[in-house]
């Protein structure tokens, strides 16, 4: 009887060690089966003219397929990639076969290589919402009559290749004025063309506003 009873004791030992294994390989497996789902929001980098070029990443997972939406200041595109484990890529919305973003979840954080640099994502909040750009549907085409525009080759100045992003109001005044005193305009260079990084962030009604 009483070898029985031990008998039974070291079985039912036996099966509360296995439970208690399977029941923390369980909650080990849950706690680090995490996704990539749901809104990440960070600072990509600061532009030149000071505003600061916030990502808005938009990601569901599907087993190892991650689909989404990325948003910028001025960009706007739905992605694609692999997942695996707390590792992923997206593919370039321009070039599908390409990849052009990798990261990691680190915690709570996303941790993305893109551009030669790395960018930390938070979980987003309301704050970190960036408007979606409508879209407006074009005129219809039709004939439209010689108004004796263009009777000269379309010749004037950009301010990219020289200043890119450190444009201002003083330099576009500054050029203007040069062109007219140098000749330049008599000669038919009449355009005075702005380039990018004139325009700053939304305001919270998805308003363009002028840099600093």
């Known amino acids: 009887m009483r070898k029985s009873e031990e ?18 390989l369980t909650f080990a497996s849950c706690a680090f089966a995490q996704t ?11 532009l030149d003219n000071g505003e600061k070029d916030r990502t808005l990443l938009e990601l569901h997972q599907s087993g190892d ?6 948003r910028t200041l001025g960009f706007q595109s739905e992605i694609h990639g692999t997942a695996s484990g707390n590792h992923f890529q997206l ?22 290589k893109w551009d030669g ?6 979980p987003a ?22 108004n004796k525009l263009a009777r000269k080759p379309p010749m004037g100045w950009n301010s990219w290749n020289l200043f890119a992003g450190k444009v201002d109001d003083t330099v576009v005044r500054g050029i ?7 000749g330049m305009r008599d000669a038919g260079y009449i355009y005075v063309n702005i380039d990018d990084t004139w325009e700053g962030t939304r305001d919270a009604q998805g308003n363009l506003r002028p840099n600093h």
Request: positive net charge; without cysteine.
């Open 7 to 24: 008998g039974a004791g070291v079985l039912r030992g036996s099966l509360t060690r296995r439970a208690l294994l399977l029941a923390t």
């Open 36 to 46: 990539f789902n749901g809104k990440w929001a960070g600072v990509q980098k600061v």
């Open 65 to 70: 397929k991650v689909t989404g939406e990325m």
């Open 91 to 112: 593919m370039a919305p321009w070039d599908p076969g390409k990849p052009f973003a990798s990261g990691e979840l680190v915690g709570k954080d996303l941790h993305v």
């Open 117 to 122: 640099h790395t960018t930390v994502l938070r």
């Open 125 to 146: 909040t309301s704050a970190d919402e960036i408007p979606s750009i409508p879209y407006i549907t074009p005129p219809a085409i039709q004939p439209v009559p010689y």
């Open 176 to 182: 203007a004025d040069t062109m007219v005193s140098s």
